[in-house]
């Protein structure tokens, strides 16, 4: 599953680096890849972001969140507080509205 442009985004924001950025998507797919558990959860916009967040662009710290959902995928969302039901809103806070395109 494509990365939703807000996603895209933050991480271009919080991973400035030249080609930082490239290598934080290219792990998010790697993990979606790799994971023992549904591939639903890794591949879903929530996840990822919750990984992104928690890393706060350390990329020490995004090794951190990926290993940690790799362990258990409810952990990070817990972690980064998107666990409640009221992490729509939370997540737009933290991404900004979902574009047209990120449906």
Known sequence: MPHTAR???????????PGSAAEILAALD??????????DYFESERVKAA??????????????????????????????DLASEDWPARLDAELGPPADDDH
């Open 7 to 17: 996603l895209q985004r933050r991480i271009l924001r919080d991973f400035p680096q």
């Open 30 to 39: 790697r993990m979606a890849a790799e994971t023992t558990h549904s591939r």
């Open 51 to 80: 990984i992104v967040l928690l890393a706060n662009g350390s990329a020490t710290e995004f090794r951190r969140a990926v290993n940690l959902a790799k362990r258990d995928w409810r952990d990070v969302l817990v972690d980064a």
